[in-house]
C-alpha cells in the first residue's frame, strides 16, 4: 500500500522545523516508517538548484525563480518522494507545491493560475494527501528569524503579509487538504493542535480504506 504524504507550510521563522522533527518521533512511534525531506534541496541535484536560490547574489529574474524551484521538485518527486510512497513510507516535506503559490504567487505576484499548472507539471499530479500550514503573526515569524537572514528572509513586512494572507487563502481553497494550526504560541501548544490534526486524519483514512 502506499505511504501517506504529508507536508508542512509556513513562513521562514513559523517553527515549522521543530515541529516536522516532533511529528517523525510521533508518527514512528505509532508505528510509521517516515521520511523526512525537504524543498528546495531535498534530492542531491537539488541540493545544487537550493544553493543557488537561497544564496546567488545577483539578480534572479522571478520566473527563473519559480522554474528553479519547479525543476527542484520534480527531481524530488521522481527520485525521492515517489519512491519512498511506493515502499510504503510516511513521507514529511517540509515545503512543497503550496510553498511555490504562496511566496512566487501571492507573495511576488506572478499569476497564481500558471504556477497551479506548473506544479501539476513539475509534481506529474502527485498531491499532499494532508498539508498542514504554522500561521504565525509575521512580526512574531521576523523576531523568530533574528539576525542570520538568507536571501529571501531579507524580503520586506510587505512581502510576509501578503504570504501569510496566501496561505490563509489557500486553506480557504482546499480545507480538507489543508489544516491550519495557530503556531505564535509555545512548541507544546503548537504540537497538541499538530496531534490533534494527524490523530483526525489517521482516523479518517482508516475508515475510508
Ligand atoms: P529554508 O531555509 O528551507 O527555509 P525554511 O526553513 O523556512 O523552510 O528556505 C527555503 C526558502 O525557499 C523559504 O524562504 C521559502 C522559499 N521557497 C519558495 O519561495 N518557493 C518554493 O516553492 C519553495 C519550496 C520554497
Same mark, same amino acid.
Given at each position: 500500500?502506499?505511504?501517506?504524504?504529508?507536508?508542512?507550510?509556513?513562513?521562514?521563522? /513559523?517553527?515549522?522545523?521543530?515541529? %516536522?522533527?516532533?511529528?517523525?518521533?510521533?508518527?514512528? #512511534?505509532?508505528? $510509521?516508517?517516515?521520511?523526512?525531506?525537504? *524543498?528546495?534541496?531535498?534530492?542531491?541535484?537539488?541540493?545544487?538548484?537550493?544553493?543557488?536560490? @537561497? $544564496?546567488?547574489?545577483?539578480? !534572479?529574474?522571478?520566473?527563473?525563480?519559480?522554474?528553479?524551484?519547479?525543476?527542484?521538485? #520534480?527531481? $524530488?518527486?521522481?527520485?525521492?518522494? @515517489?519512491? #519512498?510512497?511506493?515502499?510504503?513510507?510516511? !513521507?514529511?516535506?517540509? +515545503?512543497?507545491?503550496?510553498? /511555490? !503559490?504562496?511566496?512566487?504567487?501571492?507573495? +511576488?505576484?506572478?499569476?497564481?493560475?500558471?504556477?497551479?499548472? @506548473?506544479?501539476?507539471?513539475?509534481?506529474?499530479? %502527485?498531491?499532499?494527501?494532508?498539508? %498542514? =500550514?504554522?500561521?504565525?503573526?509575521? *512580526?512574531? #515569524?521576523?523576531?523568530? =528569524?533574528?539576525?542570520?537572514?538568507?536571501?529571501?528572509?531579507?524580503?520586506?513586512?510587505?512581502?510576509?503579509?501578503?504570504?501569510?494572507?496566501?496561505?490563509?487563502?489557500?486553506?480557504?481553497?482546499?480545507?480538507?487538504?489543508?489544516?491550519? !494550526?495557530?503556531?505564535?504560541?509555545? %512548541?507544546?501548544?503548537?504540537?497538541?493542535? =499538530?496531534?490533534?490534526?494527524?490523530?483526525?486524519?489517521? @482516523?479518517?483514512?482508516?475508515?475510508?480504506?
Amino acid at each position: 500500500m502506499r505511504g501517506k504524504f504529508i507536508t508542512f507550510e509556513g513562513a521562514d521563522g /513559523s517553527g515549522k522545523t521543530t515541529q %516536522i522533527e516532533k511529528i517523525k518521533t510521533y508518527l514512528e #512511534a505509532k508505528g $510509521h516508517e517516515c521520511l523526512l525531506t525537504r *524543498e528546495p534541496g531535498g534530492s542531491k541535484l537539488g541540493g545544487k538548484i537550493r544553493e543557488i536560490l @537561497l $544564496h546567488y547574489d545577483g539578480n !534572479v529574474d522571478s520566473l527563473c525563480e519559480l522554474l528553479l524551484y519547479m525543476a527542484d521538485r #520534480a527531481q $524530488h518527486v521522481q527520485t525521492v518522494i @515517489l519512491p #519512498a510512497l511506493n515502499e510504503g513510507k510516511t !513521507v514529511l516535506c517540509d +515545503r512543497y507545491t503550496d510553498s /511555490s !503559490v504562496a511566496y512566487q504567487g501571492y507573495a +511576488r505576484g506572478l499569476d497564481i493560475e500558471r504556477i497551479i499548472k @506548473l506544479n501539476e507539471i513539475a509534481t506529474d499530479n %502527485i498531491e499532499p494527501d494532508l498539508t %498542514i =500550514v504554522f500561521d504565525v503573526e509575521t *512580526e512574531v #515569524a521576523m523576531q523568530r =528569524v533574528g539576525e542570520t537572514k538568507d536571501r529571501l528572509e531579507q524580503e520586506g513586512i510587505d512581502f510576509h503579509k501578503k504570504l501569510r494572507y496566501g496561505y490563509l487563502e489557500l486553506a480557504k481553497k482546499f480545507p480538507q487538504r489543508i489544516k491550519v !494550526v495557530n503556531s505564535n504560541l509555545g %512548541i507544546e501548544e503548537v504540537f497538541e493542535q =499538530v496531534k490533534k490534526i494527524l490523530d483526525e486524519k489517521w @482516523l479518517e483514512t482508516q475508515i475510508k480504506s
